[in-house]
């Protein structure tokens, strides 16, 4: 495994529990943790494949380009990496919307099986180097 995709997926890891610790104090920063948990976890798996993407949006595409319409990974996948995303941007900019606590609480759930199909995909992200 490379380095930056072992540093991705440290870091997919924290932000993962940062989120579920975050769920009942603070369900805005919760969401917002929940997102990069998934950003970081598909940035290591683009990482293993040579890929790299300097902004979100670029992200998103890879994710239903490279992952989802090649069948790699489901459709949910797809779908759970958007609503991730429309999360995160209600809990970081969302004005007077912020998110609930049950929303943060799916948020996290969401962001786990990220990582898991993640990992079940390129099981090295958490076999770590051989």
């Not at 489901?74 to 004005?95: K, M």
């Not at 912020?98 to 969401?110: F, I, K, W």
């Amino acid at each position: 495994m490379t380095e930056f995709a072992g540093s991705e997926w440290k870091r997919a890891e924290g932000a993962l529990a940062a989120a579920e610790a975050l769920v009942e104090i603070d369900p805005d920063s919760a969401a917002s943790r929940a997102y990069y948990a998934a950003f970081h976890a598909v940035s290591a798996l683009f990482a293993l494949r040579g890929q790299s993407f300097s902004k979100h949006s670029a992200v998103r595409a890879a994710v239903h380009r490279d992952l989802v319409h090649a069948e790699d990974c489901s459709q949910e996948f797809g779908q759970d990496y958007d609503f991730l995303l429309d999360l995160r941007s209600a809990g970081d900019y969302g004005g007077i919307k912020h998110v609930l606590p049950e929303d943060a609480r799916s948020a996290v759930d969401t962001a786990r099986r990220i990582l898991d199909a993640a990992a079940k995909t390129c099981p090295e992200l958490r076999d770590g180097p051989a």
